[in-house]
């Protein structure tokens, strides 16, 4: 039996409450199970991290990032770096809170 790739499923959020869950359930319910997910939530205020306290399993590695820049976009990409850095997968997926 061949050993499936590992995949890192990178998700950027913030404020994205409304959104993240079925964002997540999305990757979760793929055929394919060798993946993990990183999300690196930049600050989240409308209840976005009282979602992802409830969905942690152990496929699932949240990072608690505070906002370190004024613009939404390089908060983001510092957010992509953070959960870069924490990957282990060969093949990387980049996803946003709600896609």
């Known amino acids: 039996m061949?050993?499936?790739?590992k995949i890192s499923i990178l998700?950027?959020?913030f404020n994205?409450?409304?959104?993240?869950?079925?964002?997540?359930?999305s990757c979760?319910?793929?055929?394919?199970?060798?993946?993990?997910?990183?999300?690196?939530?930049t600050g989240s205020?409308?209840?976005?991290v009282d979602i992802l306290k409830k969905i942690i399993n152990k496929k699932i590695e949240i990072l608690y990032l505070k906002r370190k820049f004024k613009?939404?976009?390089l908060n983001q990409i510092y957010s992509i770096k953070s959960c870069l850095k924490k990957s282990?997968?060969?093949i990387i997926c980049l996803l946003d809170g709600d896609d």
């Not at 205020?45 to 976005?48: F, K, N």
């Open 2 to 5: 061949k050993k499936e790739t």
């Open 11 to 13: 998700i950027s959020t």
């Open 16 to 25: 994205k409450k409304k959104f993240i869950r079925k964002t997540i359930n």
């Open 28 to 41: 979760i319910s793929q055929n394919y199970k060798n993946f993990e997910i990183i999300i690196g939530d």
């Open 45 to 48: 205020t409308d209840g976005t």
């Open 71 to 73: 613009t939404s976009p």
């Open 88 to 90: 282990k997968g060969k």
